[in-house]
């Protein structure tokens, strides 16, 4: 099975994270990528230097026109920006994919510090698109913002996991890379149980666009038909052989190596 996925997400001129990372893991993974863009990045492995908003109806017209044809087995949601364009993505999703699994990667600060989603945009966040998300897939700071408590270790990633859960989402993924320690862990919490996804740290300063890439890695397995731990796992490894193959480009945070999957197969 290919699997078809609709992405919802911000272009990054760099190509190592937002639109291009997940039309480069989604179709190194065997599926089938289509994008909704919410905004224009100028970018490099050195950080934004500036974002330009699209109208959300035009974002709007670019999710209807794929699920009207071409159609999606799972949409992957990475950055949305501002409250206009939260409200704007959840009313389509209520209205023509509620039958979808969302995977949704909760996007707030680029690799290198620049803000991605406003402030007044959070609020909305929680309430909006939080409750539409199979699986939510935040990094410890985007944990805590959206929890409001400090997480220092696994035992405050299960309970940091389960607010998410209470505020609607069906699972949530809690990536610890942010913490510290050799050994990396993140935590998959579910109504049903939480697993432990445990690795030794790569160390890498070309890191750029993982939290992209894991979620649509994640968002493509499910497309595919694999259970949610199965999905997981499988992008998991994924995204840490991109790492340890990563081509080292630019001078800052460096964008992955997307192709590995092909290399190897080659």
Known sequence: ????????????????AGIQADIKTITALGGYAATAVTALTAQNTLGVQAVQAIDPAFVEQQILAVLSDIGADVIKIGMLGNVDMVHTVSLVLEAKAQAKPVVLD??????????????????????????HAFLLTPNIPEAEVLTGHTIAGPDDMAKAGLVLLEMGA???LIKGGHLEGELLTDL??????NTAYEAVRLDSKHTHGTGCTLASASAVGLAQGADLPTAIATARAYVREAIRTAPGLGQGHG????????????
């Open 1 to 16: 099975m290919q699997g078809r996925v609709l992405v919802v997400a911000g272009s990054d001129s760099g190509g190592g």
């Open 106 to 131: 909760p996007v707030m600060v680029a690799k290198g510090g620049h803000s991605l989603l406003h402030d007044d945009a959070v609020n909305a966040l929680k309430t909006h698109m939080i409750p």
């Open 170 to 172: 069906e699972n949530v």
């Open 188 to 193: 998959l919490v579910t109504p049903h149980g």
């Open 255 to 266: 964008p992955l190596n997307h192709g590995h999957v092909q290399n190897t197969k080659g």
